[in-house]
């Protein structure tokens, strides 16, 4: 091997070790790990909400179908929240469907919707310009 090659192989285990080390403290670090895991019963109503494509006509984060409202923030609107939800649960209307859910699939819906609305604000519009450029949102418990 002549000397030339010798020190391209030098550098090229040099990076890769960098390259290791880096992505260690990349994939390890907290910054990664979800700051909102769900409870086990909003896991159920996650799944009704999907089953029953609840998505199809409302939002979370705006992203959904777009015949009914977007329900990120309506556990805690103060004109709404559980009981509210609880009643549209149970009756439809007139554009959305009556479901037969048990009191226990209303009860894992509701929440969902509560986890959902902890997360944060839809649409939010606090937010500030930092000096750097960057704009940052304001989240619901500082997160
Ligand atoms: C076929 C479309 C459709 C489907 C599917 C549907 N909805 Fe609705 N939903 C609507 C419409 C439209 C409204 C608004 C009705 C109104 O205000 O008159 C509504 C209203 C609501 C409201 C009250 C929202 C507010 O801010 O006033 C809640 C809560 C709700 N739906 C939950 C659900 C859940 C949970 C599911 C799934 C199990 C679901 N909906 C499935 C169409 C639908």
């Known amino acids: 091997m002549s ?11 040099i990076l890769l070790a960098l390259f290791s080390v880096y992505n260690y403290f990349i994939y390890t670090s907290e910054a990664y ?10 896991v159920k109503g996650q799944e009704l909400w999907q089953e029953n494509n609840c998505w199809s006509c409302h939002q979370l984060y705006g992203l959904g179908g777009y015949l009914g409202p977007d329900l990120t923030n309506v556990y805690s609107h103060p004109d709404k929240g559980p009981v509210y939800i609880n009643a549209f649960l149970n009756s439809g209307v007139k554009s959305m469907p009556k479901f037969q859910f048990s009191e226990n699939e209303k009860a894992a819906i509701i929440e969902y919707l ?7 604000y839809y649409p939010n519009f606090d937010a500030s310009i930092e000096n750097s450029g960057w704009v940052t949102l304001k989240y619901k418990n500082g997160r």
Do not use: C, H, N
Request: zero cysteines.
């Open 3 to 13: 000397k030339i090659t010798k020190r391209y192989i030098f550098v090229i285990a």
């Open 33 to 42: 790990t979800a700051t909102a895991a769900l409870s086990p019963q909003a």
């Open 114 to 120: 509560r986890m959902v609305d902890e997360t944060g």
